[in-house]
């Protein structure tokens, strides 16, 4: 059964940083793409950052040049570093996970809140 379980959600203030993990288990997870999203009170969920299994990134504009993603294959991970948090980066965020055959599946989330 595949599981992915995020971690590293808690209360920052503005301008300060988190890394959240997501650690997936059950499935090949090197050859899997890996992503990140979003989801505020009253918003619907967004795409927030991206990994393919060869490694190639991307990242949403609202995010760029703050939020890095990145994986360790050794340790069946995906990370989000987020640097100069805002109010508006609040938000569960989730971890999904897209095999080659087209399954995807989804973590439990996890809860940023930005707030002074």
């Known amino acids: 059964q595949v599981q992915l379980v995020e971690s590293g959600g808690d209360l920052v203030q503005p301008g300060e940083s988190l890394r959240l993990s997501c650690r997936s288990s059950g499935t090949v997870f090197s050859i899997n793409d890996m992503r990140w999203h979003r989801q505020a009170p009253g918003k619907e969920r967004e795409l927030v950052a991206g990994?393919?299994?060869?490694?190639?990134?991307g990242v949403a504009e609202s995010v760029k040049g703050r939020f890095t993603i990145f994986r360790d294959n050794a340790k069946n991970t995906v990370y989000l570093q987020m640097n100069s948090l805002k109010p508006e980066d609040t938000a569960i965020y989730y971890c999904s996970s897209l095999t080659p055959d087209g399954v995807l599946y989804w973590g439990q989330g996890t809860q940023v809140t930005v707030s002074s």
């Open positions: 990994i393919t299994r060869g490694g190639s990134t």
